[in-house]
């Protein structure tokens, strides 16, 4: 075609230098990011004549790209660390992708503080101090681990501002829960010494943390104080009931190891990470990856296996050893740990399963990776079944893929806002997901905020620096007749009848018509020209779809709705402040993030802030300190 003929006479001018480039559709938007050695070499491989026998994902991102920029790096190292980051921030649609990326749980312990404390993280920042643990299976284990740490080591549970805001011992001090390091009731290295021993449970150094519990209980005991006793005891049988649930693979192994593993055919693959913390399965996780087939001749594993390697590590913690189910290369081995090396002061070493303990390892990892997969694809079905139900009913000329829901919020006509809610394939896709301030309309009229928001979202001409986003395959308004007449309405004057429109409402009565399957579901659906409702079967998999998606685009507005009220009556509060203008209000709000924060911070705290000074910040304290006692 001619615009891939324009496309070979741009990549003439690409230097033979290691660097990222980034390919364009017609819209502008990045859907692939790749990284390469030498980039004219790297992009000119997509337009030669092997081409035309590489995958089928990579034929299909040839045809939908239109322009192909690129970003000059120093080192292919330097590329390959640019590379995870632009995915992670543009989330092209033809790159391997790690859809939770943010959900790994994590127990940090601020070992740098004089009193250091246990809390809950889901991110792991690159050159902290901090101690991380995990990752977890789930936050559950992470918060009953901290808990447990807490009570078992009498390690403090406050933060920093309450720890420094307190004159004297909490309630957890009082029912023996901890040392009171807030007021200086225990030292900094006596205090040092229980959080060494939590630090020992947490690794799984299970034969220290017995012996100190038990020297500490069979102390007490002869002293004759048999409630701490009986405190150490009963830590002791719970640690033996935490240790006896957990999968020990090889009680002799003192390093940490990731192990991934997977499983899949022509629909994708799913990519299961075991994590073994000394000898001790922690917990996996799992990733599904649409495009990437296993048994696929023309795809390379040791492409995608590195890109996964490469944006997992980014923001994990990196084991000693990462176990992989195939060979990577000496090439990219030791790419790899310059890669670590550079972002993470660290290097794993790169193993394959040769001995047992790493066989037993590997096995359980790809049996998790089978079961998820198997999971993951009937789930899939399901959906599938249902937006073809969907399709079927609403006579849509195409599957619904993509849908998009609004809905209008507001209390008492005051704070109007909205919501636009995305569904892909029947889930939520939360990087669509928009919330809109109502400019045009005063008081309380939904059809006109209505109209405003799908005008806004749908109107291309007006001027606006974010990415366009695709139309949806259909578009459901949260409400009756009166809404999607205004839906119907936007959509024909900007010229875009082709996009389904559904209207969701609620029946007002059970009984409210004969229809059957009307008294088994309470949700109607309207349709365009169309004057009675539509309606689903109570427990159809559609139902469950189109539900969700309503239920989600209100709880999304509601959440909205009241942040915004929130910030009214902060506002409110910090207006009767003399000397405190919208700047330093905002200041205070984006710092403190509400008015119980800013009420526990000290004078300090406060005048260390740019524009701020002593006597204001104690003004501003005992304001808002009087307000709390009248």
Same mark, same amino acid.
């Given at each position: 075609m001619k615009y891939k003929e324009e496309l070979k006479d741009l990549i003439k001018d690409f230097p033979k230098l290691p660097g990222v480039y980034l390919m364009k559709n017609k819209h502008g938007k990045i859907i692939y990011v790749g990284k390469a050695k030498a980039l004219r070499d790297r992009v000119r491989s997509y337009f030669n004549e092997s081409s035309l026998k590489a995958s089928t994902k990579t034929r299909h991102l040839v045809g939908h790209i239109d322009f192909i920029d690129y970003i000059l790096t120093k080192t292919e190292v330097e590329a390959f660390l640019l590379e995870a980051s632009l995915i992670k921030k543009h989330r092209p649609k033809y790159n391997i992708r790690l859809k939770d990326d943010k959900s790994y749980p994590y127990i940090s312990c601020n070992i740098s503080h004089d009193y250091p404390r246990f809390y809950f993280t889901r991110k792991v920042l690159p050159g902290s101090e901090d101690i991380y643990f995990g990752p977890y299976s789930n936050s559950y284990a992470v918060r009953s681990s901290i808990k447990f740490v807490n009570r078992t080591f009498k390690i403090r549970d406050c933060t920093e501002k309450y720890m420094r805001s307190r004159k004297r011992p909490c309630m957890t001090f009082e029912i023996g829960r901890c040392t009171a390091p807030c007021v200086d009731y225990v030292t900094p290295s006596e205090y040092g010494k229980d959080v060494d021993q939590a630090l020992e449970f947490l690794r799984g150094e299970d034969e220290k943390v017995k012996k100190h519990l038990s020297e500490k209980m069979y102390d007490a005991s002869q002293n004759e104080r048999y409630e701490a006793a009986g405190r150490y005891r009963d830590s002791l049988e719970a640690m033996k009931a935490i240790w006896q649930r957990q999968t020990v693979i090889d009680p002799k192994q003192i390093k940490d190891q990731d192990v991934i593993a997977c499983f899949g055919d022509e629909s994708g693959t799913m990519v299961n990470s075991l994590h073994v913390r000394r000898g001790r399965v922690i917990g996996n996780r799992h990733q599904f990856l649409p495009g990437v087939v296993l048994d696929d001749e023309m795809e390379d594993p040791r492409e995608w296996l590195t890109s996964f390697i490469n944006q997992y590590y980014a923001e994990n913690i990196v084991p000693d050893q990462i176990i992989i189910p195939f060979d990577l290369g000496a090439d990219i081995y030791k790419l790899l740990e310059h890669v670590f090396l550079e972002?993470?002061?660290?290097?794993?070493?790169?193993?394959?399963?040769?001995?047992?303990?790493?066989?037993?390892?590997?096995?359980?990892?790809?049996?998790?990776?089978?079961?998820?997969?198997?999971?993951?694809?009937?789930?899939?079905?399901?959906?599938?079944?249902?937006?073809?139900?969907?399709?079927?009913?609403?006579?849509?000329?195409?599957?619904?893929?993509?849908?998009?829901?609004?809905?209008?919020?507001?209390?008492?006509?005051?704070?109007?806002?909205?919501?636009?809610?995305?569904?892909?394939?029947?889930?939520?896709?939360?990087?669509?997901?928009?919330?809109?301030?109502? #400019?045009?309309?005063?008081?309380?009229?939904?059809?006109?905020?209505?109209?405003?928001?799908?005008?806004?979202?749908?109107?291309?001409?007006?001027?606006?620096?974010?990415?366009?986003?695709?139309?949806?395959?259909?578009?459901?308004?949260?409400?009756?007749?009166?809404?999607?007449?205004?839906?119907?309405?936007?959509?024909?004057?900007?010229?875009?009848?082709?996009?389904?429109?559904?209207?969701?409402?609620?029946?007002?009565?059970?009984?409210?018509?004969?229809?059957?399957?009307? #008294?088994?579901?309470?949700?109607?659906?309207?349709?365009?020209?169309?004057?009675?409702?539509?309606?689903?079967?109570?427990?159809?998999?559609?139902?469950?779809?189109?539900?969700?998606?309503?239920?989600?685009?209100?709880?999304?507005?509601?959440?909205?709705?009241?942040?915004?009220?929130?910030?009214?009556?902060?506002?409110?509060?910090?207006?009767?402040?003399?000397?405190?203008?919208?700047?330093?209000?905002?200041?205070?709000?984006? #710092?403190?993030?509400?008015?119980?924060?800013?009420?526990?911070?000290?004078?300090?705290?406060?005048? #260390?802030?740019?524009?701020?000074?002593?006597?204001?910040?104690?003004?501003?304290?005992?304001?808002?300190?009087?307000?709390?006692?009248?």
């Open positions: 972002r993470n002061n660290k290097s794993p070493q790169f193993l394959h399963a040769h001995d047992k303990s790493m066989q037993q390892l590997m096995v359980l990892a790809k049996t998790n990776a089978e079961e998820h997969f198997k999971n993951y694809i009937s789930k899939r079905n399901r959906r599938l079944t249902g937006l073809e139900e969907i399709q079927s009913k609403l006579k849509l000329p195409n599957l619904p893929k993509r849908m998009e829901c609004y809905d209008i919020s507001h209390f008492q006509g005051k704070d109007t806002v909205a919501s636009q809610v995305v569904f892909e394939e029947g889930l939520p896709k939360g990087d669509d997901y928009r919330r809109y301030k109502i #400019k045009t309309v005063d008081g309380n009229d939904d059809f006109a905020s209505m109209k405003e928001v799908l005008t806004r979202r749908f109107n291309t001409k007006r001027k606006s620096t974010a990415a366009p986003q695709e139309e949806p395959d259909l578009l459901v308004v949260d409400g009756g007749k009166g809404q999607l007449g205004v839906a119907f309405e936007v959509l024909k004057e900007l010229n875009l009848l082709h996009i389904p429109v559904v209207g969701m409402a609620k029946a007002r009565a059970l009984g409210e018509f004969h229809d059957s399957e009307v #008294k088994a579901s309470q949700e109607r659906f309207f349709l365009p020209g169309r004057q009675n409702p539509v309606t689903f079967r109570n427990s159809s998999e559609a139902l469950k779809i189109l539900v969700g998606l309503r239920d989600e685009a209100h709880r999304f507005a509601i959440t909205f709705h009241r942040k915004l009220r929130s910030q009214t009556s902060m506002h409110s509060q910090l207006d009767e402040i003399s000397g405190l203008g919208e700047r330093r209000k905002k200041a205070l709000l984006k #710092k403190f993030k509400d008015i119980e924060s800013i009420k526990l911070a000290s004078a300090e705290d406060i005048e #260390k802030m740019p524009t701020f000074h002593r006597v204001l910040a104690e003004r501003i304290l005992l304001h808002l300190n009087d307000d709390t006692e009248k």
